[in-house]
């Protein structure tokens, strides 16, 4: 039993790894290249480079697998100064560790290859088979501020979550590190920031530093009891379009949290709340069309749920990653504590009238 899904387990985490060394470069830098997409949304030269370092490892290592990412190499097919910029990334971002470098099997061949490993990510996803479901820079708006942001990577199998991983290159490296308000904002990857966060179902969840030597052994990690809903905080979208904040005051005020919610940008609050720093993830519907992508709740969902979470809708459904690329049977999130999360829930149902 405890073998299964140890090899994708151990390709995922080294290539979430050497896509957040990408990533954090162009943290570093004031130009990060970025370009609108239709939806008005921003992508950057290191989305593009992650989602192609990311994407070669798993066709090496698993090139039957589906793949399901957020980004898509159009831009760049328009834009060669834009290409070469993330080539110059993708050529030149390799793991420390010449084994583990050469289990992801080494990088992409040249420009062209980089652009059509990009376009793989293009799978409709779907009940049936394996479906890796990549963000390379979750929190792009985050990333961009210089707040919170994940590179993110599930293994769906048959719809169902099977492993997960997301690598926070802004958070702290301790488990036990308070969530202060400031979280969300001015933040850096100095010595002391940086963690992955995994899972493999029905094996736990475990955290351990980003990098940028050999991945050590992981710690396991567990949600905090809520205990005192008095002493308890949500953890919410820094973005006022992504989570609705009149809603959330008023199913605060249901359930008796008087504290201030903490708001991050990216899945870095799953691994926070399912590492026991914060409490209760809520994501609120804002608009009646808006249907989450599976990218951006994938690893999360799994990662909490091996925590000693529950991960559903605000209805109480269970996520369901089997139908596309989006979860269009659900809306919203409410990720918490297996003990209360059936009283969230209800304060939720209540306040949304569902
Ligand atoms: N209206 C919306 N409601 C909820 N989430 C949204 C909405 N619009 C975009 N998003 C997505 O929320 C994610 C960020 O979550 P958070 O706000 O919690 O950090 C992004 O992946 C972003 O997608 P996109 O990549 O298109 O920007
Ligand atoms: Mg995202
Ligand atoms: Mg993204
Ligand atoms: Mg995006």
Not at 87 to 100: F, I, N, P, Y
Request: a neutral charge.
């Amino acid at each position: 039993m405890t073998t299964l899904y140890l090899r994708e387990l151990e390709i995922a985490q080294l290539a979430v790894q050497r896509a957040a060394q990408l990533t954090k470069r162009v943290f570093h830098e004031t130009a990060k290249g970025t370009v609108s997409k239709d939806d008005a949304s921003p992508v950057t030269i290191g989305d593009f480079g992650a989602q192609a370092l990311i994407i070669a490892a798993l066709r090496h290592n698993f090139p039957a697998d589906a793949v399901v990412a957020e980004e898509e190499a159009a831009p760049l097919r328009a834009d060669p100064a834009l290409r070469d910029r993330i080539w110059e990334l993708v050529r030149s971002t390799k793991l420390e560790d010449v084994g583990a470098e050469g289990l992801l099997g080494g990088g992409v061949r040249d420009v062209d290859a980089m652009l059509e490993v990009i376009d793989r990510g293009g799978s409709k996803g779907g009940r049936v088979g394996r479906v890796w479901a990549i963000d390379p820079i979750d929190g792009t708006k985050g990333f961009l501020r210089g707040g919170q942001y994940a590179v993110c990577l599930g293994l769906l199998v048959d719809g169902d979550v099977k492993v997960g991983v997301l690598g926070c290159p802004n958070l702290p490296v301790d488990d036990a590190a308070p969530l202060t308000a400031d979280i969300g904002a001015n933040q850096t990857d100095d010595e002391g920031r940086g963690v992955l966060f995994s899972a493999v179902v029905g094996q736990g969840a475990t955290s351990r530093p980003l990098g940028p030597g050999a991945l050590k052994e992981g710690k396991k990690i567990a949600m905090k009891a809520v205990t005192d809903m008095a002493s308890a905080s949500f953890c919410e979208s820094v973005e006022a379009g992504h989570s609705n904040q009149s809603d959330s005051a008023q199913i605060a005020q249901k359930l008796g949290i008087t504290k201030p919610s903490v708001r991050m940008d990216s899945q870095a609050k799953y691994g926070s709340i399912a590492r026991g720093a914060g409490d209760i993830y809520l994501r609120l519907p804002t608009s009646k069309t808006y249907q989450e992508k599976i990218w951006d709740h994938a690893a999360g969902d799994l990662i909490v749920r091996e925590a000693g979470g529950q991960v559903t809708d605000t209805t109480g459904a269970r996520l369901d990653f089997g139908v596309g690329r989006t979860l269009a049977n659900n809306k919203g999130v409410v990720a918490a504590p297996a003990a209360v999360h059936g009283q969230v829930i209800k304060a939720v149902r209540e306040v949304l009238k569902l």
